[in-house]
């Protein structure tokens, strides 16, 4: 009688730990929230690149000189085009808008090297977005107290007045003051850590000297395309966050 054999079978070897999570990822459709996490920074992205841009803009519109200046100056300045004193109101608010969700993606890029200080970038940031945003109510009582190319002798007492109260400097400052400390905090994480090539934290600090609205236009325009180009540097680095 023949003796009938099985053959033998070897198992076949398992995958490694590591084949095993590429194949999974291959196969594994993309989770619906993982694809509005990127988009999310995308918009984030967009609002850290335009936000020196519709600062700029500000400035180049503005028909007024600066509100600390003399009540009859000022106001003469903002009655001289008070259409286009209007529009700069627009930018400012949109610039404050656009400040919020850029305070999040510069927060997200110091996070892994100093979470601490990134934090507080973030929230510096944040609150000169609501204090820019704030100055928009101020920015409507003053285009209220002119006439084109007129200031009544009430306007002049009613801004001077203003001006001498402490509310004034709780409206006009925050916005900027928040603003140019989270630059500068963010210069200096920049530096200490080497996170980014050495002239993007140099071009944020000329950016934010030139484009203060303090010179000629063709430098403020300058200085809004140095920090744009730095924004351009610090969002590529968001995007290749894992």
């Not at 992205?45 to 600390?68: D, G, H, K, Q, Y």
Request: net charge positive; glycine share 10%.
């Amino acid at each position: 009688m023949t003796q009938s054999t099985t053959p033998s079978t070897t198992p076949p070897a398992s995958p490694t730990a590591g084949s095993a999570r590429e194949w999974a990822r291959q196969v594994t459709p993309t989770a619906p929230a993982t694809v509005a996490g990127r988009r999310t920074t995308l918009g984030i992205a967009a609002a850290m690149i335009a936000n020196p841009l519709a600062m700029t803009a500000w400035f180049l519109v503005e028909p007024s000189v600066l509100p600390r200046e003399d009540a009859a100056l000022f106001l003469d300045s903002v009655a001289s085009s008070p259409s286009r004193y209007l529009a700069g109101t627009a930018l400012v608010m949109l610039a404050g808008a656009l400040t919020i969700p850029a305070a999040v993606g510069v927060a997200r890029v110091l996070r892994p090297r100093l979470p601490r200080l990134g934090a507080l970038v973030g929230v510096l940031m944040f609150l000169s977005g609501v204090g820019l945003c704030a100055q928009v109510g101020f920015r409507g009582f003053v285009w209220s107290l002119v006439e084109a190319d007129r200031v009544p002798a009430s306007s002049i007492q009613s801004f001077t007045a203003f001006q001498e109260g402490g509310f004034f400097s709780v409206l006009v400052a925050p916005g900027l003051v928040f603003g140019g400390l989270a630059t500068l905090l963010t210069v200096v994480a920049l530096l200490v850590t080497g996170l980014l090539p050495r002239w993007v934290p140099a071009a944020m600090v000329a950016s934010m000297v030139l484009a203060s609205g303090e010179f000629p236009d063709p430098v403020t325009v300058l200085g809004a395309g140095l920090g744009v180009v730095a924004n351009v540097r610090v969002v590529k680095a968001l995007l290749e966050l894992r």
